[in-house]
């Protein structure tokens, strides 16, 4: 089940970005994401918050700012239900485009990506910390303006 991510899962979602990110947010960077009333959902599992995707939107563009899923519920499609959620909600605001960035080594996450019909349009040297130094990120985008001119019989 997907459904709106309240300020009262935060405590849930914070275990789920220690154990999948080098860099995990803090519960202050979450307490920003709310207070600047970026949207975001979770996807619960037997009743359990498995997963999260919160992003931004302005003048037309949307940025995924963080998308994780628990190892364990991993490769069961969680992230794509999110993702397709939050790119159907991203339309139905008028986005003409979305970008998000996407660590190198996470070969996982970019062939999820691929496989959304997004495209590396760029990168970012030294990005995001990592072990030791830091860590490149691929930015991908995806036109979803056209896909809505099309769903209203353009062309």
Known sequence: MIR???QSDIPQALPIEEATQIAPWSEVAFLRCFEAKYPGWVIEDQGQVV???LLSLAVGECHILN???????????????LMEYAL??????GAGIVYLEVRRSNLAAILLYQNMHFKQIGERK?????GRGREDALV???????????????L
Request: glycine letters at 12%; one cysteine or more; a positive charge.
């Open 67 to 81: 998308l994780c899923i628990h190892p364990k519920a991993q490769r069961r499609g969680f992230g794509r239900q």
């Open 51 to 53: 997963g999260f995707v």
């Open 126 to 130: 030294d990005y995001y910390p990592a």
């Open 140 to 154: 991908f985008a995806r036109d979803i303006g056209i896909e809505v001119f099309l769903e209203k019989g353009g």
């Open 88 to 93: 159907d909600w991203a339309k139905e605001q």
């Open 4 to 6: 709106s991510f309240l």
